[in-house]
């Protein structure tokens, strides 16, 4: 395996004194041709997801699932309870009375989409962790009081110690700093 | 957005004004040459017609108030929408009176002969009979019609004095408004539609009319914003971040109309009782039972399925097209609940059926366009605009 070329370095981190700034350099970041790179906000900001080329998340799909199953699951249950293993005259109803079945049904479907999409979220942001190199970054715990940060990764195929030092510069930051790993 | 708009009407409104007053025009014209061949068929069919158009209008009104006590973009962008929508409440009320023409038609505890025969409806005269139920009717529109008006004002005097005085004085309005609305529309529902089968009762009748009211305002509210979107002034204030949140209120809105549904259905299904089973009954046998499936697929689940989605409540033209299926299965749905009790043989569509809600229609709208176009459509003065505006 080649040896890394930047042992010890995760990205080097441009801080911003408003969102502004910030959009701009994300979407001057982009059109570099940077991939590996990320936001940091006090609060969210739509517009830098979308600079920095964040697509819809596979989310709403694994929670459409959960949903799906939840539903399927909580009605074949009954049914299978109340039509084939313990099959019991009710006032004459049918044996598959749906109408009853709907409530729990109904619960079922909540709940396994809200528990995949809690546990779906999980799996794809890679919560909880315990340690994230930025935090290494001194002036970094302002991001989540009123300071914007951008970083870029040296896992981008295009990082380039000097060459992207100078580009982040370019950007007119309030401070560009090292990340140590 | 240096340029301050004056954010008046477009000039096209008038041209809609127009022919929804021909249409209108046209539409009740033949609807009345059919009251002359068939009063019954056309009393029936026109109280489903102008219950359609007053849920709207009734929908509105507490949608307006939600909105101020609310609060919220969303709100502000259509609440001259909501404001003239309502401002049709009296003349809905006039509309109404050939419904008490043909009263015997529509209501058997209007017709002497089937009060005599049945001793059950002899116990309920008490409080179904005419004068009281046009008292009651009276008191509904004096009472909606005058929160109505009583909000309106305020919000009209705001755009000349720019006091930002009314805007609490319409919140605190609104808070006590909405209360009463719901317990003026479960009354109404009582009188205008169980009691046309005044042996039937469902409890939950009241906020089932009430889950219909909201989803026939949005319905509404939706094609008319698209319109005004694609339209100087207003295609600078609404934006998709708008049409989303009438998107999320109207799919809020069709589940609760779609529990109400399935929780009167579920009790009077679980209670079994004779009394109440008649209801499902017809509308389970025959042709109707088709009616109801429809009612199901397209007043619920499809539309519950398609606004699942972010991207068709981010694109008004879908979600408009959404909304006006709802807008037609609102009609469905009253259909639903009055046709079996008119026609007890079996499924029947009449004529009258479609020209009186297309002659109701073009008069509401004409009015509604009229109204429309008689101030800014956004409050000018209101202090939570610039804000609205900048779209934070």
């Known amino acids: ?181 | 957005m240096s340029e301050r708009p004056s954010w008046s009407a477009p000039a096209e409104l008038a041209g809609l004004e127009r022919r929804a007053w021909l249409v209108g025009g046209c539409g009740l014209a033949i609807s009345v040459f059919g009251a002359f061949l068939n009063r019954a068929q056309f009393t029936q069919s026109y109280l489903v017609a102008w219950l359609l158009w007053t849920g709207i209008a009734f929908g509105c009104f507490a949608v307006m108030a939600l909105h101020h006590l609310s609060g919220g973009a969303w709100g502000l962008m259509v609440r001259r929408v909501l404001e003239s929508a309502t401002r049709t409440i009296p003349i809905l009320a006039l509309l109404f009176v050939p419904v008490l023409i043909g009263l015997s038609d529509v209501y058997s505890w209007a017709d002497p002969e089937a009060v005599a025969a049945n001793e059950y409806l002899q116990q309920k005269t008490g409080y179904l009979n005419a004068g009281f139920y046009i008292a009651r009717f009276a008191g509904y529109f004096l009472i909606v019609g005058g929160l109505a008006w009583l909000i309106r004002r305020r919000s009209l005097r705001q755009d000349e004095t720019g006091d930002p005085m009314h805007s609490r004085r319409m919140q605190n309005l609104a808070g006590p408004s909405l209360g009463i609305y719901v317990l003026v529309a479960t009354l109404a529902s009582v009188d205008w539609i169980m009691s046309a089968d005044p042996l039937w009762y469902s409890s939950l009748f009241g906020v089932y009319f009430v889950g219909g009211h909201a989803v026939s305002a949005f319905a509404f509210i939706i094609p008319v914003a698209l319109w005004l979107r694609e339209r100087e002034p207003m295609s600078r204030a609404l934006t998709d971040r708008h049409f989303h949140d009438y998107g999320k209120l109207l799919f809020a809105f069709v589940m609760l109309w779609g529990y109400f549904a399935l929780s009167q259905l579920l009790i009077i299904w679980s209670g079994n009782l004779a009394e109440e089973v008649t209801w499902y009954v017809e509308r389970t046998a025959g042709g109707w039972k088709t009616l109801s499936l429809l009612l199901a697929l397209l007043h619920f689940a499809l539309p519950f399925l398609m606004l699942l989605s972010r991207g068709l409540k981010r694109n008004a033209r879908r979600l408009a097209t959404i909304a006006i299926l709802l807008l037609a299965m609102r009609w469905v749905d009253l259909y639903w609940q009055l046709g079996p009790t008119f026609h007890h043989d079996g499924f029947s569509l009449h004529w009258l059926d479609l020209t009186t809600v297309v002659g109701l229609g073009g008069i509401w709208l004409a009015l509604f366009f009229k109204f429309l176009g008689q101030q800014p459509l956004l409050p000018i003065h209101d202090p939570d605009l610039e804000e609205a505006l900048a779209g934070e």
């Open chain 1, 1 to 181: 395996m080649e040896p890394r070329r930047h042992v010890g370095l995760y990205g080097l981190m441009a801080e911003f004194d408003n969102s502004e700034q910030l959009i701009r350099a994300s979407h001057e970041a982009r059109a570099k041709g940077y991939r590996k790179l990320d936001a940091f906000t006090p609060y969210p900001i739509e517009e830098v997801s979308e600079a920095l080329g964040h697509h819809g998340s596979k989310l709403p799909l694994i929670v459409l699932i959960g949903g799906i199953l939840g539903a399927l699951g909580g009605f074949g249950l009954q049914y299978w309870v109340s039509v084939i293993e313990y099959p019991l005259n009710v006032g004459g109803r049918p044996l598959n009375s749906w109408i009853a079945f709907i409530p729990v049904t109904f619960e079922t479907t909540i709940l396994l989409a809200s528990l995949s999409a809690v546990l779906g979220m999980l799996a794809l942001n890679g919560l909880p962790k315990p340690y994230h190199p930025v935090f290494n970054a001194e002036r970094f715990a302002l991001a989540s009081r009123d300071r914007y940060f951008l970083c870029i990764e040296t896992a981008d195929p295009g990082f380039d110690r000097q060459g992207t030092e100078s580009f982040v510069k370019g950007l007119d930051p309030g401070g560009v700093y090292e990340v140590e790993n």
